[in-house]
């Protein structure tokens, strides 16, 4: 049995090459990774165990997002 328990992670980034990288390394690692490229994509996604958040996006930012889960329970 791995040690290693796998997690449901959500990843804000809208770089393509960092997301994809981070995506990578992480499902390689053995999660589950639900990534969106936009505040809007993730605002839509259930609030996962995990998350890293970009701070910069074109429509807001991943403190924004934080917020709205903290708000809501």
Known sequence: MDP?????????EDD???GQ???DHLRGAGHRVDWCRSLAEAE???PPALSLLDLRLPD????QLLRQWRAAG
Request: charged residues 20%; aromatic residues 0%; without cysteine.
């Open 60 to 63: 807001g930012d991943g403190l």
């Open 4 to 12: 290693t328990p796998s997690l449901r992670l959500l990843l804000l």
């Open 21 to 23: 990288a981070v995506r």
């Open 44 to 46: 839509a996604a259930a």
């Open 16 to 18: 393509p090459d960092l």
